[in-house]
């Protein structure tokens, strides 16, 4: 991690330290301060503060790396010391503010909870991570669905919501740029949001994008033959799959089925076409591209059934039709020449009786 990204990411805990410790100052000029609030400010101001002695170990030790001159090495310590020091005194002022038993025993009972808690849970939960960002308008939807949460949650402030965003973008792309050009401050996180949206989640856009999607999928199985052909499990998923992030869209599969269905059924070749038109979803009552899509599911469950059951028993078509002219020669008898049966008679003389030719016997 370079210098500079350090200063800025610590930028931004110093301002959360800031407000959580003007918050603490406000509650305890109150002539009878409420002890939850202190409770829980204290124990933000206590985890941020973790957060940047953290940063400041880096920063100092990137500072000697790059030989800064003393004077700035100087200058970083004083500055580190100052929050320290508020932290010190925050801290005092509390504990003679409040009833050292009651928070002990608030803290305690937190503490209690959550020990109990883990007891409950036996296993331990992987961590979950944000897939970065990487600027395509088709990882749009699957991005924003993680990233939704962070934006919603109200206990998050805004410059801490703009710092997970921009943590969230692949280096090198446009996205990546676009939230770089904004200062990362409280006041720019809700217009950095807005000019993400626009640029990368315009619904229109994003319609328009799922089906040429499916336009592709048609111009694809038309012109391809034999094994370029989609197998029908994929081809089934990516149906699926563009239906579903077209719902997401607000474009509700069956009163858009009028374009929908025959986009979906022109994906399929001429033999599932015929098979679809034989089977019983086909005349059944229901919107018709659900049927179509179920029919569909069921085909591909078929084709799983089949490949399990051959392969249960080793039995595939390439393997009875692997060397064909082998397993003939190999039931053949084997063919005698003449060469051979006259190499392998045994050879007597006439008139010894002994293994050489008559000629040869004098």
Known sequence: ???????????????????????????????????????DKFIKLQTVNTELKTYDSVI??????????????????????EYLDEFISLSRRIKEKTDNSDLN?????????????????????PKIQIKKFDGH??????????FKKIHEDKNLDDVDKFHYLAQSMLPGTRAYELIESYPLTSENYPKVISAFTERFGNQEI???????????????????????????????????????????????????AAWLFPMVESCLSAELIRVWQRSVLFNAKGPRLSNLLEFLRKEVEGEQ???????????????????????????????MSAASLVATKEINCVFCGKSHESKECF
């Open 1 to 39: 991690m370079s210098l500079a990204i350090s200063i800025r990411k610590r930028a931004t805990a110093r301002s959360s330290f800031t407000r959580t410790a003007n918050v603490l100052k406000e509650e305890l000029n109150e002539v009878e301060p409420d002890k939850s609030v202190l409770d």
């Open 60 to 81: 100092l030790d990137l500072m000697i790396a790059a030989e800064v001159p003393d004077d700035d090495l100087n200058n970083e310590v004083i500055s580190c010391e």
């Open 105 to 125: 025993i608030s803290i305690r009972s937190k503490t209690d909870s959550s020990i109990s808690a883990c007891n409950d849970k036996r296993y331990k939960l």
């Open 137 to 146: 308008l088709l990882s749009y939807l699957s991005f924003w669905g993680q």
């Open 206 to 256: 994003l319609t328009e994008i799922y089906v040429r999607e499916l336009l592709k999928l048609i111009i694809q199985n038309v012109h391809s033959q034999g094994k370029d052909k989609l197998p029908l499990m994929t081809l089934f998923d990516k149906i699926e799959s563009h239906i579903r992030a077209l719902e997401s869209l607000g474009v509700n599969q069956n009163s858009n």
């Open 305 to 335: 059934r089949v490949k399990l059951a051959r392969s249960g028993f080793d039995i595939s078509p390439s393997s009875r039709e692997e060397h064909p002219k082998e397993s003939k020669l190999k039931n053949k008898k084997p063919f």
